[in-house]
């Protein structure tokens, strides 16, 4: 994966700083815009902290690729969104996951950090 447990972070803040902004320097992606997106990794980390294996299994790999179908409807519905994927690279990232449960946590984790920098950057409900 592009990110790691290094830079996903420092990633996650560049992509929300290149969001496009209001003439009041207001993000125009609101929060309401990913937070289904976010519930449904939410969802998915809960159930992968569980796991003992490295690999996950095709139950949870279905979720993820539920997830990634998800995101790719909210992106068609919406061109800020569709900004959003491209610059953060969601549907990519889904895809290298595979079915190794440390490249999922990592996602969920830079999922995470792109809605707090969001909020820290304006971001509004």
């Given at each position: 994966?592009?990110?790691?447990?290094?830079?996903?972070?420092?990633?996650?803040e560049k992509?929300?700083?290149?969001?496009?902004?209001?003439?009041?320097?207001n993000?125009?992606?609101?929060?309401s815009?990913?937070r289904?997106?976010?519930?449904m990794?939410?969802?998915?980390?809960?159930d992968t902290l569980?796991?003992?294996?490295d690999?996950?299994d095709?139950e949870?790999?279905?979720r993820?690729?539920y997830?990634?179908?998800?995101?790719?409807?909210?992106a068609g519905r919406?061109?800020?969104?569709?900004?959003?994927?491209?610059k953060?690279?969601?549907?990519d990232?889904?895809?290298?996951?595979?079915?190794?449960?440390?490249?999922?946590?990592?996602?969920?984790?830079?999922?995470?950090?792109l809605?707090?920098?969001?909020k820290?950057?304006?971001?509004?409900?």
């Amino acid at each position: 994966m592009t990110i790691n447990h290094e830079n996903y972070v420092d990633e996650a803040e560049k992509v929300i700083k290149s969001l496009s902004k209001d003439r009041h320097n207001n993000l125009l992606l609101t929060t309401s815009k990913i937070r289904n997106i976010l519930s449904m990794i939410n969802d998915i980390y809960n159930d992968t902290l569980h796991y003992k294996e490295d690999k996950i299994d095709n139950e949870l790999k279905g979720r993820v690729q539920y997830l990634r179908m998800r995101i790719a409807y909210e992106a068609g519905r919406e061109k800020i969104v569709m900004d959003f994927e491209k610059k953060a690279h969601l549907m990519d990232y889904i895809k290298e996951i595979g079915d190794n449960k440390q490249n999922l946590i990592l996602f969920c984790h830079y999922m995470e950090a792109l809605v707090a920098y969001h909020k820290y950057y304006g971001g509004k409900d």
